[in-house]
């Protein structure tokens, strides 16, 4: 199997809930903070990546992202007009984690 893993690729274990997300995010968070502080291949290599494992932990949360400043990225979590899902956003951002280049917002 570890032959095939390196062929195809190991495929991310699925999300269950905020923590799940939570200890992904952090494993990706340093690539993730480079892609936005460089602003290339933005789409790619962070929305594409984050938008199936938000959708993993609830259906109807977006988000934004950018620089703050010169060393933190921010990262804003919305429900984008589903007033149904602002509590879930609220649990999102408030079960996160402290990530030392990053700033969490709903």
Known sequence: MGFLNKIFGKKEQQ?????DFWEWFKNNEQVFY?????GK????D?????SPKLK???????FLTGM????????IFTPDG??????FVEELVNAAPTLTNWSLQH
């Open 15 to 19: 999300v269950q809930n905020y923590g």
């Open 34 to 38: 480079n892609v936005v502080k460089s």
């Open 41 to 44: 291949d933005i789409e790619t």
């Open 46 to 50: 962070f929305f594409d990546r984050m």
């Open 56 to 62: 993993e932990v609830k259906d109807g949360i977006f």
């Open 68 to 75: 703050c400043d010169e060393h933190t990225a921010e990262l």
């Open 82 to 87: 589903y007033i149904k899902n602002i509590v």
